[in-house]
C-alpha cells in the first residue's frame, strides 16, 4: 500500500519556470509534511516542512501549499534555477521525529 | 561530527557473504533511522532508534537484514546471506526530538551485490 503517492515522476522547466510536484497522502493521521531534495550521490536534505493547522508555507522561493480536505499537498519552485535541479521527496509523518513515509521521488530539470 | 557519516560510501560483494554498513549519527542525536533507496524508488523505511526505548523494527524486510545501536551513538546495519535484490543505497539518518527540523541524512552506503 503506497500511502504517500507523488506525481508527476519527471518534470523539466526552463529558467525561471515555476514547477509544481503533488503529493496525495491516504493516513488522516499523518501531521508532519516535509520535502526533501537530494542531488546524485547525496542523502536528501530538508528543504521545507509543513503542519496541517496551515495552508502554505513559503521559505525563500519554496513555497508548500497544503489541503487538508483533499488530503494533498505541493512543492513550488518560484523563479527556478538550474542549480534546483535535483530529485525532490515529499513526506509524511505522525509528528516531526518519527518513521517518514516517502513519495517516489520527481526528477526536476531546469534548463538554462 | 558536523553531519550524520556512513562507511563504506561504497561496498560491492558477492551473493550468499554478509555485510555490516555503519553510522555515525550527528552528536546528541538520540533518534536514528535507517532507509533503504533502491533505483528510481523512493526511501523505504527499515528500522528506527529512539533513546534507551526498544528500536521500532517494522521495516525490515526480512530476518537477514538487522541493526544495532551501541552506546546510543553509532549504529550498524547488518546484512546477512546477500541477495542480488538487497542491491541499493542505504541511507542513515538522525534527528534529536522535540526539536521541528526533521532527519539529517547521510551520504548513504551503495551496495551492491554480485
Known amino acids: 500500500q503506497q500511502q504517500v503517492k507523488q506525481s508527476p515522476q519527471s518534470l523539466i522547466v526552463q529558467k525561471g519556470g515555476i514547477p509544481i510536484i503533488n503529493c496525495a497522502y491516504e493516513?488522516?493521521?499523518?501531521?508532519?509534511f516535509p520535502w526533501y531534495q537530494q542531488f546524485p550521490g547525496k542523502g536528501p536534505a530538508l528543504l521545507i516542512a509543513?503542519?496541517?493547522?496551515?495552508s502554505e508555507k513559503k521559505e525563500g522561493r519554496f513555497t508548500i501549499s497544503f489541503n487538508k480536505s483533499a488530503k494533498q499537498f505541493s512543492l513550488h519552485i518560484m523563479d527556478s534555477q538550474p542549480g534546483d535541479s535535483a530529485t525532490y521527496f515529499c513526506a509524511a509523518s505522525k509528528g516531526s521525529n518519527y518513521k517518514l513515509t516517502f513519495g517516489k521521488g520527481t526528477l526536476l530539470t531546469v534548463n538554462p | 561530527g558536523a553531519g550524520v557519516s556512513q562507511s563504506p560510501s561504497n561496498k560491492v560483494t558477492e551473493k550468499g557473504k554478509d555485510v555490516e554498513l555503519r553510522c555515525d549519527p550527528i552528536s546528541g542525536h538520540t533518534a536514528l533511522y535507517w532507509y533503504r533507496q533502491s533505483l528510481g524508488q523512493g526511501l523505504e523505511f527499515l528500522i528506527y532508534?529512539?533513546?534507551?526505548?526498544?528500536?521500532?523494527k517494522s521495516g525490515l524486510p526480512s530476518d537477514r537484514f538487522s541493526a544495532e545501536r551501541t552506546g546510543g551513538s553509532v549504529s550498524t546495519l547488518t546484512i546477512q546471506r546477500t541477495q542480488q535484490e538487497d542491491s541499493a543505497v542505504y541511507l542513515c539518518?538522525?534527528?534529536?526530538?522535540?526539536?521541528?527540523?526533521?532527519?539529517?541524512f547521510g551520504s548513504g552506503t551503495r551496495l551492491t551485490v554480485v
Open positions: 493516513n488522516t493521521a499523518f501531521d508532519y
Open positions: 509543513i503542519r496541517p493547522d496551515v
Open positions: 539518518a538522525s534527528s534529536s526530538p522535540p526539536a521541528n527540523y526533521g532527519y539529517t
Open positions: 532508534f529512539q533513546g534507551n526505548s526498544a528500536p521500532d
